[in-house]
T-cell receptor
Framework: EAGVTQFPSHSVIEKGQTVTLRCDPI?????LYWYRRVMGKEIKFLLH????????ESGMPNNRFLAERTGGTYSTLKVQPAELEDSGVYFC???????????FGSGTQLSVL | GNSVTQMEGPVTLSEEAFLTINCTYT??????LFWYVQYPGEGLQLLLK?????DKGSNKGFEATYRKETTSFHLEKGSVQVSDSAVYFC??????????FGSGTKLNVKP
C-alpha cells in the first residue's frame, strides 16, 4: 500500500511569504497528525485530526499556522506570513485508529530566508 | 509535563561495535516509550516500544528496557552494521499517538 506522502519535499521562501504544505495520508486512515522539527532539535507535536475534525491542536505555535483537512482525506498546513523561526522539517503521520501504529511521511524541509 | 532527553550525537562506531544511546524521560502518569528511526531520505519508522515498567522492546537486534526507577529507556545493539546508520529518536507516548520526542541521535557506522 502507498505510504504517507508529503508535498513538496523542500520549500525555500522569503520571510513574509506564504507557504502551504500538503499531506496525503494512507487510504483509510482517519487519524492524521502534524509534527515539526526545528533547528535539528526535538520533534514537536502540532495537531491531530480525526477525519476532518481537529481533535487536538495544542501544539500549534501561533495563529500564523492554519491546518485544514477538508473531506477528511488530505491535509494542508499553511504558514502565513512565514518567519525565520518557522524553518525546519514538517512531518505528517497517519494511523487507522488513534492507538494504532503511526506511519510517517518523509517530511517537508522548509527554509525561510 | 512530559519530556524526553537523549544523548547528543553524532555517534560514530565501527562495524560490529556495541551501541548504546541513552534516553531519559519525565512524565506524568504511566506512558508508553518508543524508539523511532529515520533512515536518509525516509520518514520515521517505529523501531521498538515498551508499554509498561520492566518491559523490554526488541527489533532487528535492537533492545530497550523500560526502567521506571531510573526513568530511562536506553537503546542498545550488540553489533552494529553499516546499514544501521540513521537518526534515532526516543519518544514518550501520551493518549492517542501524541508523542514527545527527543532531539535525535545521529549514528554513523563505518565499515
Amino acid at each position: 500500500e502507498a505510504g504517507v506522502t508529503q508535498f513538496p519535499s523542500h520549500s525555500v521562501i522569503e520571510k513574509g511569504q506564504t507557504v502551504t504544505l500538503r499531506c496525503d495520508p494512507i487510504s483509510g486512515h482517519d487519524n492524521l497528525y502534524w509534527y515539526r522539527r526545528v533547528m535539528g532539535k526535538e520533534i514537536k507535536f502540532l495537531l491531530h485530526f480525526v477525519k476532518e475534525s481537529k481533535q487536538d491542536e495544542s501544539g500549534m505555535p501561533n495563529n500564523r499556522f492554519l491546518a485544514e483537512r477538508t473531506g477528511g482525506t488530505y491535509s494542508t498546513l499553511k504558514v502565513q506570513p512565514a518567519e525565520l523561526e518557522d524553518s525546519g522539517v514538517y512531518f505528517c503521520a497517519s494511523s487507522r485508529a488513534g492507538n494504532e501504529k503511526l506511519f510517517f511521511g518523509s517530511g517537508t524541509q522548509l527554509s525561510v530566508l | 509535563g512530559n519530556s524526553v532527553t537523549q544523548m547528543e550525537g553524532p555517534v560514530t562506531l565501527s562495524e560490529e561495535a556495541f551501541l548504546t544511546i541513552n534516553c531519559t524521560y519525565t512524565a506524568t502518569g504511566y506512558p508508553s516509550l518508543f524508539w523511532y528511526v529515520q533512515y536518509p531520505g525516509e520518514g520515521l519508522q517505529l523501531l521498538l516500544k515498551a508499554t509498561k515498567a520492566d518491559d523490554k522492546g526488541s527489533n532487528k537486534g535492537f533492545e530497550a528496557t523500560y526502567r521506571k526507577e531510573t526513568t530511562s529507556f536506553h537503546l542498545e545493539k550488540g553489533s552494529v552494521q553499516v546499514s544501521d546508520s540513521a537518526v534515532y529518536f526516543c519518544a514518550l507516548g501520551e493518549g492517542f499517538n501524541k508523542f514527545y520526542f527527543g532531539s535525535g541521535t545521529k549514528l554513523n557506522v563505518k565499515p
